[in-house]
């Protein structure tokens, strides 16, 4: 290292030193309704009523608005900036505690009239006396040249949301297709307003119009009604026969969760080898088939129809790659003229319209072709493009029936014809924006007309390519018609227009202007100035959570035929570029990844190339903030965006940031998911979106040392942020993500840290012990008196139903909470609390801890109390077990788990309170006891879903020892238990002057892409 850039070595800084006092907080890393913002993400996407930017066209890993708007504002205006203006400048119809209080209460099932009684965040206006006086604010900290970027904008929630709060706002991707959305998205609802949507309407219908004479003849009407779907098995010829024989991994072509089901019976004509199916009602009725006919395909593997044996999966593929997969419609989903669906099996006027629109292509093609109408472009070796490409699916215009790939011909080439007319119309600026507009319908229209496109049996709609972030093969599938019969491109026309219309109406600062739009790569952002920009907010793609470039290719190909004359620079590449995409794809890093071999699979080592994969991303992220250190103001915000629940991902982003030259000032978890499923207390699977706020670290920071007094600061701030998340009505995890912010600022400040001795000190140790002092503080609360005397086997189950509120959790999780406790995860599954099975770790009941029969007491100093080697493999035996009649327990835990048993096998109420009374006076516990702390504790810890029976399969039932202690504190050790009667609905005036047209309570989440 030379002495120029060798860190200035500090002589061991009291923390605090490295002044920060020149920049003056913002709100964000002093405070935020999080909570609230929460309960806002989740109404943004409830079902059908997303916001319109996300019903504009597919993107990947879309932010909800309400949590893009927090970041944006929260990073420009002062610490001190009025709470109440705030809310209602992020759309907050109620005080943010009342929003949390009703979602509250929602989550415990119960329904309420008139929902929020409020417009959700993203539809509500802003006042102008409230972004005025945000203006004024923000001027005073940055003064007026004010600029938000977000570098890696995908589909658009940050720099939408920072236009519409009026912003001077840039959004650079490295896309092209989300580029091409985000033109429509940030830019145009700004610069047309609804004047395009009217004029896209227009000419859409003139498109339409001339593709129902065309392709009309294709899509013949079922007796006379309309087709709402056509529905295809994809087939083989059968091993032993040769006949056609069916994939249907489930022939139900409805299948509601209560009413009536449908299924389509197949009937084998085993002589003239052919199939055909019969349209049955399941049930015990006259004329009903008792259950759903046998699948014929699942796992990969398949069963002929013919001679009812197994055909293999590799047999399959083969099958496929040799071009003799091949598809059979088999049932027509029929609109009723009153609402509703009927299926029926084709008619001969079906299949020969498919006959001719094969014909038809045959004559097209060619022509085609040299005209550049139809993708013949190679789907390329991938992460996500494997499983078309093992199914023969090896170019674009592969993921269509030959009737699909007609229909998208047609579309191509009558908007290319239409094209001219729009623009002498409309002028060269709104006629390319509409071409521009219908572009996105055909895609919209795309993702409905491909063999990857699906029938959806439980809510009987079709599902679109991308109801899955991936290129799932689908054995059936389902095809949108086109035009006349079931009008396909006019229902895209109406959504992406009725979408668009809604992003021009979304209320919005009147001083707005529309956001510049650049494609290229966050690493480096040539166009803009060092020193420019007030806030980064930015989301980046995490890892290999979405392949973008692979799945955006999808679209890509029809884009550039439909609409990239517009930006030859954007849209001149064979398919989307992806040298510098931060995606970890193991592919990219195959030593030759272009090349399959005979299997299909591809050479080179997967763990070097997923190592490689890996480094490759790490060090694009590391680049990417480097850039955006180069680009901010001295005293900028960055702030970023992120979804993960890995510890391992924390500490891969931290040290990004850190090596970059930043340093982090908060983090902010926001439940962007609805927590029903903790409510159910089963899985810990509620996602949260964190947001993450660094400044720039001043050059030269030196090195600090990670000695008591910096492990002291981060505890104290660790600790203080989660007593203040949690009076901000976070939940525990949510307090425990929150508090790596404030301790990552004491470790951040400087270039490096080391130990005393030199060594380097890495980021989790210091997350860890800001983990350790929040789990602290945690069990502090829920012991009054203290657990003194509880082994570390009671603290992690208790931390866990604490914190987690769910049986179960990630390996991740478990280990930060063991951590907390002095255990790693195998300790705790050797001493029978949890079952760990890959990345996921399950909590035992009490029952499940039950040994079958009481040990001697001769037994008990080796069973309980006999050492488990490190060294020694361990097996079942080793587990730990309890039963109610051992003479002697080896953990307060155990003692409790005993002392429930006896209460509930004794059949609880008087004869339960006896039996375990008995116990406590043999082992003379008293309410002193660890026994009855921990008790007390665990009842304390009690998720709401334990607390109250709902039945065989609730989790109150599966975990009946919660309700057995609640019983027994009392009788037992005089300890009052709390409170767990169900409550009332809040005060009524809560709800008065409904707005609300929905309720969201019990709603599904959104499926982005449906019909
Ligand atoms: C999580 S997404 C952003 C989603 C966005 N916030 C939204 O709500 O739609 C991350 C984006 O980063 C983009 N990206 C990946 N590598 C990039 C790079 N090197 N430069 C710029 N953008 C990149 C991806 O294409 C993707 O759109």
Redo the contacts with the bound molecule.
């Keep these: 290292m030379t002495p120029k850039n060798k860190p200035e070595v500090r002589s061991r800084p009291s923390p605090g030193k490295v002044s920060t006092a020149r920049v003056p907080r913002v709100l964000i890393e002093e405070w935020l309704p999080a909570a609230a913002i929460g309960v806002e993400c989740i109404r943004e996407r409830s079902t059908g009523q997303q916001p319109p930017d996300k019903r504009l066209h597919v993107?990947?890993?879309?932010?909800p608005l309400t949590v893009?708007r927090a970041a944006v504002l929260g990073s420009l205006l002062p610490a001190d900036f009025p709470r109440d203006v705030f809310e209602r400048l992020l759309g907050f119809g109620k005080p943010g505690k009342e929003l949390v209080e009703i979602r509250r209460f929602m989550d415990t099932g119960i329904r309420l009239p008139g929902g929020f009684g409020c417009d959700r965040a993203f539809k509500r206006g802003l006042l102008p006396g409230d972004l005025a006086y945000a203006r004024e604010c923000a001027a005073t900290l940055w003064g007026e040249a004010l600029t938000v970027i977000?570098?890696?904008?995908?589909?658009?929630?940050?720099p939408l949301e920072s236009a519409r709060l009026g912003f001077l706002t840039l959004a650079?991707?490295?896309?092209p297709v989300?580029c091409s959305v985000l033109e429509a998205t940030v830019d145009y609802p700004f610069r047309f307003g609804e004047t395009l949507a009217a004029a896209a309407r227009r000419w859409g219908e003139t498109w339409e119009e001339r593709i129902s004479i065309r392709l009309g003849v294709f899509f013949p009407p079922y007796r006379l009604a309309k087709i709402h779907a056509y529905i295809f098995a994809r087939t083989v010829p059968c091993p032993d026969t040769q006949h056609e024989t069916p994939l249907v991994p489930d022939w139900h072509l409805l299948k509601p969760k209560s009413g009536r089901r449908v299924v389509a019976e197949p009937i084998v004509d085993a002589k003239r080898g052919t199939w055909s199916v019969r349209i049955r009602e399941v049930g015990r009725g006259a004329g009903q088939l008792g259950e759903a006919p046998a699948p014929t395909y699942s796992d990969g593997k398949g069963v002929s129809l013919f001679t009812g044996r197994q055909i293999p999966a590799d047999y399959i593929k083969a099958m496929a790659q040799a071009g003799k997969m091949r598809s059979r419609l088999y049932a027509v989903a029929v609109k009723r003229p009153l609402g509703g669906l009927d299926f029926a099996p084709p008619e001969p006027a079906d299949l020969k319209a498919l006959d001719e629109a094969e014909r038809e292509l045959a004559r097209l093609r060619t022509g085609w072709e040299r005209a550049n109408v139809i993708p013949t472009e190679k789907i390329p070796v991938g992460d996500k493009t494997g499983e078309p490409m093992a199914r023969g699916i090896v170019m674009w215009a592969d993921m269509f029936t030959p009737r699909q790939l007609l229909a998208m011909g047609v579309l191509v080439e009558e908007l290319r014809r239409l094209r001219p007319e729009i623009v002498k119309v409309e002028g060269e600026e709104l006629g390319e924006a509409v071409v521009h507009l219908l572009s996105l319908v055909l895609d919209k229209f795309v993702n409905y007309n491909s063999v990857l496109a699906s029938w959806h049996a439980p809510r009987a709609v079709m599902r679109s390519v991308f109801d899955r972030h991936d290129f799932a093969f689908k054995p059936t599938f389902a095809e949108m018609p086109s035009c006349n019969a079931g009008a396909g491109v006019a229902w895209s026309s109406d959504n992406v227009l009725e979408a668009f219309d809604s992003l021009a109406r979304l209320p919005r600062n009147p001083e707005s202007g529309p956001v510049t739009v650049s494609l290229?790569?966050?690493?480096n952002l040539p166009q803009i100035i060092d020193g420019s920009i007030t806030a980064v907010v930015a989301?980046?793609?995490y890892a290999d959570n979405?392949q973008?470039?692979e799945l955006a290719d999808f679209f890509y190909v029809w884009l550039k035929r439909t609409q990239g004359h517009r930006r030859p620079e954007w849209f001149s590449t064979y398919l989307c570029e992806h040298d510098?995409?931060?995606?970890v794809n193991i592919s990219r890093h195959r030593e030759d990844g272009s090349k399959p071999s005979k299997k299909g699979k591809r050479d080179g080592s997967t763990s070097t190339a997923k190592a490689k994969a890996h480094a490759f991303y790490q060090d694009?992220m590391l680049r990417?903030f480097r850039e955006c250190r180069r680009i901010l103001l001295d005293y900028g915000v960055l702030t970023v965006?992120f979804t993960h629940k890995k510890q391992e991902a924390w500490a891969a982003l931290f040290t990004s940031l850190i090596r970059a030259g930043f340093m982090i000032t908060a983090t902010w978890p926001v439940k962007t998911e609805s927590e029903h499923s903790l409510h159910q207390a089963k899985k810990n699977a509620a996602q949260s979106t964190v947001l993450l706020v660094a400044r720039k670290r001043p050059a030269r920071s030196g090195i600090g040392y990670y000695d008591s007094a910096m492990e002291r600061e981060i505890h104290e701030r660790a600790r203080a942020t989660a007593e203040r998340l949690a009076r901000e009505g976070l939940n525990p995890v949510d307090q425990l993500v929150g508090c790596f912010g404030p301790a990552m600022e004491v470790y951040s400040r400087f270039d490096e840290v080391r130990t005393d001795i030199g060594e380097p000190v890495a980021v989790d140790r210091a997350i860890g012990a800001a983990a350790d002092a929040v789990s602290a503080w945690r069990i502090e609360r829920l012991a009054g008196s203290g657990l003194e005397g509880v082994e570390p086997e009671g603290r992690f189950a208790l931390l866990c139903w604490d914190v987690l509120g769910a049986a179960e959790f990630r390996f991740n999780e478990a280990k930060l909470l063991g951590h907390a406790v002095d255990m790693d995860v195998d300790q705790l599954v050797v001493a029978g609390l949890v079952t760990k099975s890959g990345d996921k770790v399950q909590m035992l009941s009490a029952r499940e801890r039950r040994r079958d029969r009481a040990l001697e007491p001769e037994e008990v100093s080796e069973t309980l109390f006999g050492t488990v080697t490190e060294r020694k493999k361990r097996t079942k035996k080793d587990v730990q077990r309890v039963h109610p009649n051992d003479p002697q327990f080896r953990t307060a835990l155990d003692a409790c788990h005993a002392l429930a048993l006896r209460y509930l096998e004794a059949g609880k109420g008087a004869a339960g309170i006896g039996s375990a009374r008995a116990l406590i006076r043999q082992q003379r516990w008293s309410k002193d006891s660890a026994v009855a702390r921990l008790m007390t504790a665990l009842v304390q810890a009690a998720p709401m879903a334990l607390r109250h029976d709902r039945g065989k399969k609730s989790a109150a039932a599966r975990f009946p020892e919660f309700l057995a202690w609640h019983s027994l504190l009392e009788p037992l050790f005089g300890i009052e238990p709390p409170d767990w009667s169900e409550k009332e609905p809040p005060q009524t005036q809560l709800f008065s002057g409904s707005e609300d047209e929905d309720i969201e309570e019990g709603e599904d989440e959104a499926d982005e892409e449906e019909e």
Excluded: Q
Aim: hydrophobic share 35%; glycine share 10%.
């Design positions: 993107w990947w890993a879309r932010r893009s977000d570098p890696m904008a995908g589909g658009g929630s940050i650079n991707e490295y896309n989300a290229g790569s966050a690493t989301d980046p793609p979405v973008y470039s510098e995409e931060a995606a694009l990417t965006m």
